[in-house]
């Protein structure tokens, strides 16, 4: 039987892509943290990826950086295929990897639509996919979890509020929930939890000029009632819940972490 402690990850390896930096390394963290072995995927250099691999085994916990752009297919199949190679199935898998490429309508480029799209939805389909090819494959293990596969989403508030400017990546994120949703249907019955978490404004590399530029982090602040930017690991730690047996009745739905973003605070005695 798992671990009668619901919110270990003992003896389960989980991949987390885009893990190189900001809310995919605290994840990675987090995760590991609670008992898992890691696969750190990384677009870039090798070189990035160290410092994910060097916490995580700092806990005591395997891991191995993969390199993968999570937007091309034959990527993503080589990341699982080294990925088990390296460190045997995979009991989670978590879409983190994103990017934005901000710029006004009529201003946006096909290439600023596309690169967007094809990396938050594209590869959000493109993980997923391969998640659940791979969970079938491995069937269920209730030595370590209650559910034979666990898949996550790093969504973001932006899959419910509109955001001007940034068309392609409210589409993307509000396309994801659905995908999110809908595979979750396909898959309850078998035993595997597709799930989300989706985001408020955390201090990371995809806001940093917005939060340095003039009065950026004040504008920010105001949207935020409870009062401060998130921190990465607010995230990790709420994506360990959700991978945990702690979670295993949940599944198709989204957990907003944004300090009460969506609440929607300039309503607050007005309107
Ligand atoms: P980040 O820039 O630090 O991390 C994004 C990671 O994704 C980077 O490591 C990058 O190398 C990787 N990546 C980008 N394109 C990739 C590709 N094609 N293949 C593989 N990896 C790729 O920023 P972050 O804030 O940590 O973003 C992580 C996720 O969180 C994104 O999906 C983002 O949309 C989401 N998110 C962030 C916030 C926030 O406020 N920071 C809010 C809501 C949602």
Known sequence: ???????????????????????????AVELARAGADIIVNYRGSADSAKGTVDSVEALG????????????????????????????????????????????????????????????LTGGFLVGRE????????GLREDVSRSLGKLLFDNSVHQR??????????????GLRLLMESLAQEVAH??????????GAIATAINQSEREKPGGLDAMLKLIPYGRIGEPADIGRVAAF?????????????LFTDGGMTLYPEFRGNG
């Open 1 to 27: 039987m798992a671990s009668t402690d619901l919110h270990s990850l003992h003896g389960q390896t989980a991949l987390v892509t885009g893990s190189s930096s900001g809310i995919g390394e605290a994840i």
């Open 61 to 120: 916990r395997r891991a191995v950086a993969v390199q993968a752009d999570v937007s091309v297919e034959a990527d993503v199949i080589a990341m699982f295929d080294q990925a088990e190679a390296a460190l045997g199935p995979l009991d989670i898998v978590v879409s983190n990897a994103g990017l934005q490429r901000d710029s006004a309508i009529a201003d946006m480029s096909l290439d600023d639509w596309n690169t967007v799209i094809s990396t938050n």
């Open 131 to 138: 998640a659940i090819r791979r969970f079938r494959k491995k």
């Open 161 to 174: 509020i509109p955001w001007a400017f940034r068309v392609n990546y409210a589409a993307s994120k509000g």
């Open 190 to 199: 078998e035993k595997i939890r597709v799930n989300a978490v989706a985001p």
């Open 242 to 254: 959700l991978v945990s047996d702690a979670a295993d009745y949940i599944t198709g739905q989204t």
